[in-house]
């Protein structure tokens, strides 16, 4: 099997328990991978968690909604990069199922619940139930069905545990939505799954823009926990994480957001054995590295300290807490090599990985 398939299986087990799973609740959490750098891992650690996930709660709907422009998630989700199945089958299924489709079919939603059945002639809610009500008086729905906006994966992927559900990006060019009706879409897909006779968990993919596009601020309307993916690199914390920072705590402070960091994950660290370190239960990266992991941790805790409520963890009062702060509130993730290889080739996230070999590179 490729190398390094058990370390990734660890990582994944580490970084899911992270996440609660309080059975009563009709939405178990919601958790947006956000972040202002692209090329962070956004994509391949929630692929990956998301697979994990469901397979370990099998008694759940893990719904996932891809709010980029690119899909690539999609293409991950819905088959792989081998032979460009997964964007064959992105583009077969978008016209019918995506994350525009489930935005406005929120925001009719949304309008109806407000107006009780009386939209105007051309206004949103009207066209919305034009298109999908049956007609031109027809009015859409108050509560949202969601998997009327998406596709279950394992239909297109084997790969994939049969209790994910995604909603594809990379469908074309973004709606946009004014504030008061991104809280109102937020709103109204919340409303959905938490009304829903069964168990959902919600995993939100967005873009690494220099500023959070409209899509990206739903997801941050909707979910109430934020996972930020970075590599180890200070100026990209100083100049693209901090500020993302800081709009989020302004998007909180207006109202708009409801999520909070819960964690910030090193990406791609580079390991020099595998056992526990100062900062890492799970792996020592070489000395290099591990001095710049304690500058970003210093760095998050300083954030976290100027900007009251934006962590999920309470901030540190003094530099004694610093390190407990920094042990609930980060985790390094290890570069995984050919076993990342094999998993974006084939669209199997590790928990469905079996045994194999490269050779001449095919998997």
């Given at each position: 099997m490729p190398r390094g398939w058990g370390w990734a299986l660890l990582f994944c087990f580490a970084l899911v328990a992270q996440f609660p799973n309080p059975l009563e609740a009709a939405l178990s959490s919601a958790h947006i991978f956000s972040n202002h750098k692209g090329g962070c891992g956004k994509t391949t650690i929630l692929f990956h968690c998301a697979g994990e996930y469901a397979k370990r709660h099998s008694d759940e709907k893990v719904l996932v909604i891809d709010g980029t422009l690119r899909g690539d998630l999609s293409e991950l989700l819905l088959g792989g990069d081998r032979q460009a199945s997964g964007k064959q089958a992105v583009q077969a299924v978008t016209p019918f199922a995506s994350t525009g489709r489930l935005f406005m079919l929120a925001a009719a939603a949304s309008a109806a619940r407000q107006g009780h059945g009386g939209a105007k002639r051309g206004s949103l809610t009207a066209k919305v139930g034009k298109m999908f009500g049956g007609g031109e008086g027809a009015d859409p729905p108050q509560v949202l069905d969601v998997e009327k906006a998406c596709v279950r994966c394992s239909e297109f992927n084997p790969g994939v545990?049969?209790?994910?559900?995604?909603?594809?990006?990379?469908?074309?060019?973004?709606?946009?939505?004014?504030?008061?009706?991104?809280?109102?879409?937020?709103?109204?897909?919340?409303?959905?799954l938490e009304t829903s006779k069964g168990t959902w968990k919600v995993f939100f993919d967005s873009d690494g823009d220099q500023g959070f596009s409209d899509y990206t601020k739903i997801g941050h309307a909707l979910c109430d926990r934020a996972v930020i993916p970075l590599k180890t690199n200070v100026n990209d914390f100083s100049n693209r994480c901090v500020p993302m920072l800081e709009e989020l705590y302004t998007m909180r402070v207006e109202g708009e957001a409801r999520s909070r960091v819960q964690l910030v994950v090193w990406n791609e660290v580079n390991v020099q054995k595998n056992e526990a370190s100062a900062v890492s239960g799970l792996i020592t990266p070489s000395k290099a590295a591990q001095g710049v992991i304690e500058m970003l941790n210093s760095l998050v805790a300083e954030v976290a300290s100027t900007y009251p409520d934006l962590f999920y963890n309470a901030p540190p009062d003094d530099r004694a807490q610093v390190a407990e702060f920094c042990g609930a509130s980060t985790v390094c993730m290890r570069d995984?090599?050919?076993?990342?290889?094999?998993?974006?080739?084939?669209?199997?996230?590790?928990?469905?990985?079996?045994?194999?070999k490269l050779e001449g590179g095919r998997i």
């Open positions: 545990p049969s209790n994910v559900y995604l909603c594809p990006g990379g469908s074309g060019p973004q709606a946009a939505y004014p504030k008061q009706q991104r809280v109102e879409v937020a709103d109204a897909v919340r409303r959905a995984f090599g050919v076993t990342g290889m094999a998993a974006a080739e084939h669209g199997v996230p590790f928990c469905g990985l079996k045994g194999g």
